[in-house]
């Protein structure tokens, strides 16, 4: 029989206020069992804003602080430096920070945080759109996705722009660690999360959160599709640490993405046209992926 | 020991004394220098913190706030633009009631470009529930710092404060000033004690989901109490650090020779020093004049500009910016604490905008105004702008 590789440590306790089958809800469980007690979390405006509950209550028993919605980067970076102006250089500082406030609001702060070095982690959980305010469009929201601010209409005005790809943002600014992840595969998700651990300096991780009432599929689809972002290659797990790409999966037989696309209400519009245009930059970032590997590892 | 140092020099030896841990800071000129000294300090070794060369004056406040809520005392400083896009989280910093020390050096907000002094940075900001105390000199500067952190630090009072100092006037001009002894101010401020702190020992979390049936309004009228309390820690304060460092700080307000002045000027900054010159000139000639300069405009120093009121014939307002309201800030503000109290006349002077010069020609020209004003017991024109290009009678 296989070891348990899941720590039954819990952080995260019952009575969080998120929707059924939230995938940002099943990320934080996991991180936290893989860093443990000894970490403070800093969350922005996203919708873990506002999962731990309402004030008094909350569903996390470890430090946090709530911050305005780009700061982010700033914010993990004062935790950092004060801790270590105090000795306490072994507690683990987390931002725990949805895409938008990620890839587009947070971004200026992220980057300057990953290029001073400060010994963090930043873990952008990807539920492709702002979805605290209801389903807008951020740059993550992939190619052909409807939501409320790309609604279609007779002009059929969806966010057809590729999503914006932070992880390699990250890998350009020579950090030591950078990795994806998603929640249907909480071992591989936590074996990065501890290698990271080691690693002293930024450390950044994206996580792929599915998102049922923004995605638009049933709650307990959101394991399945998970699965079904990586089994198609829409969304490949893999790490670079120091430079030096390592793909995590690679399916030998790669499903089409429209297995993927078929069960998410936000792609029902799509043509076969469309569909196919998605394929083939599915495709294109598979292969350029490959070649990074490839020469990365190259001496 | 004495030095010759600039009002950003000063600044930078305020926070040195007062040994913050965190220091996030951005550039933005005249600011500039206060940030690159400390550097210097930092680099040579003659200052323990940590500095985080942050990309923007928001994440400059952002870092300090979350520093300052992991549980160290911190430092910060900048102007106009700067103070501008910090907006947002100057409001987080009262509201999370951290005790930030600030200096923010008052620079005119563009367009048109403009790095001279004028104090629209400052007062746009006065309802963001941080305490601001302005200055005249170089030593006020630095004394101001350290003060600030023991009256901002007091756990019934718990609020971010801001000390400003006028563009250039103060920045990057050089003074005599007296820097106390470090084992005096260590003394003086003691150990930063946190109210409470981000810990994995004791989890809690700040600034979580509020309801309108929770205690969001109450939080709010603790910050509105604790800025009421502050004015007894701030006479408290100031009188206790006269006493260890041989000052004269008045808490609120500097007043000179207001006791028998039928005329007072109430002026912020460094304009103070000029008028309290013109002041001498002019009681030479018999006039009776006299200034009031306002070191405090937030807490506002209510009962203090009431009891000056009640003494003379005409209060003339001089704001160094424009607020399109009803007058500009410290005119308004001190209108509205007079309703009721004095029944003098009170006249706006707008002047100095965009570091125009106020020299000691215009501020006696505009006592002679205010003496006309007392003489016919009428305000001609509430809001008078000094000093428009074109305009004579000032010059």
Known sequence: MKKLTIPEEEHMLSGHTACLGCGATIAMRYVLKALGKNTILSIPACCWAVIPGVYPHRTLDVPLLYTAFEVTGAAISGIREALDAMGKEDVNVVGFAGDGGTADIGLQALSAAMERGHNVF??????????????????STPMGAWTTTTPGGKKRMYKWEPKKNVAEIMVAHNIPYVATATIAYPEDMIAKLRRAKEIKGPKFFQILSPCPTGWRHPPDKTVEISRLAVQTNVFPLYEVINGKYKISIKPKNPKPVKEYLRLQGRFRHLTEEEIEMIQKNVDDNWKALLKKERCSQEE | MKAILTGNEAAAWGARLSRPKVIAAYPITPQTSIIEAIAAFIANGEMDARYIRVESEHSAMAACIAAQNTGVRTYTATSAHGLALMHEVLMWASGARLPIVMSVVNRAMAPPWSVWTDQLDTMAERDSGWLQVYTQNNQEVLDSIIMSYKIAEKHSILLPTMVIEDAFILSHTSEGVDIPEQKKVD????????????????????????????????????????????????????????????????????????????????????????????????????????????????????????????????????????????????????????????????????????????????????????????????????????????DERWS
């Open chain 2, 187 to 390: 003394d003086f401020l003691g150990e930063y004690e946190p109210a409470f702190k981000l810990d994995p020992d004791e989890p809690a979390g700040f600034g979580s989901l509020i309801m309108p049936e929770g205690p969001y309004m109450e939080f709010r009228y603790k910050m509105a109490l604790a800025m009421e309390d502050a004015r007894s820690e701030i006479r408290k304060v100031v009188e206790e650090y006269n006493q260890v460092f041989g000052r004269e700080y008045a808490p609120f307000v500097e007043e000179y020779k207001t006791e028998d002045a039928d005329a007072v000027m109430v002026v912020i900054g460094t304009i103070g020093s000029t008028a309290k010159d013109v002041v001498d000139k002019m009681r030479e000639k018999g006039k009776k004049v006299g200034v009031a300069r306002v070191r405090y405009f937030r807490p506002f120093p209510t009962e203090e500009l009431r009891k000056i009121a009640k003494g003379a014939k005409v209060l003339g307002v001089v704001d160094r910016s424009y607020s399109f309201g009803p007058g500009a800030d410290l005119f308004a503000e001190t209108k509205s604490v007079l309703y009721g109290y004095a029944d003098i006349p009170v006249k706006n002077y707008v002047m100095g905008l965009g570091g125009r010069d106020i020299t000691p020609k215009i501020i006696e020209k505009v006592f002679d105004d205010m003496l006309r004003v007392a003489k016919d017991g009428v305000v001609d024109k509430e809001v008078e702008w000094v000093g428009l290009q074109g």
């Open chain 1, 122 to 139: 930043y873990i952008m959980y990807d539920n492709e759109a702002y979805m605290n305010t209801g389903i807008q469009r951020s740059g």
